[in-house]
């Protein structure tokens, strides 16, 4: 048990991050799951989107978050993927 006035404070402080921060990962992991069972595009974009607030929120490490968003990218049906933009060069003019 903390002794000090700040001691405290910080454990107080740290319960109430500790909630939010598991109140995001249950959502996460629950919406990774039902992205990963029925595969449709409004899933995996919900998963993608809570992954990346969860990112910045500094829940989970950057790198996590962008391995999670490939893993889910993978489950994208192909009609759904946007298809590779063809990249023109112009010719040099004098």
Same mark, same amino acid.
């Given at each position: 048990?903390?002794? *000090?006035?700040?001691?405290?404070?910080?454990?107080?402080?740290? &319960? !109430?991050?500790?909630?939010? $921060? #598991?109140?995001?990962?249950? %959502?996460?992991?629950?919406?990774?799951?039902?992205?990963?069972?029925?595969?449709?595009?409004?899933?995996?974009? *919900?998963?993608?989107?809570?992954?990346?607030?969860?990112?910045? &929120? !500094?829940?989970?490490?950057? $790198? #996590?978050?962008?391995?999670? %968003?490939?893993?889910?990218?993978?489950?994208?049906?192909?009609?759904?993927?946007?298809?590779?933009?063809?990249?023109?060069?112009?010719?040099?003019?004098?």
């Amino acid at each position: 048990m903390p002794v *000090t006035k700040s001691a405290k404070r910080a454990l107080r402080g740290s &319960k !109430k991050k500790e909630s939010i $921060n #598991k109140l995001i990962m249950s %959502k996460l992991e629950f919406a990774v799951r039902k992205a990963k069972e029925n595969k449709t595009v409004e899933k995996i974009l *919900t998963a993608v989107s809570l992954t990346d607030r969860a990112a910045k &929120k !500094k829940v989970i490490h950057k $790198n #996590k978050a962008a391995r999670m %968003k490939s893993q889910l990218s993978k489950l994208m049906p192909q009609s759904a993927k946007p298809a590779p933009k063809k990249v023109v060069k112009k010719a040099k003019s004098k």
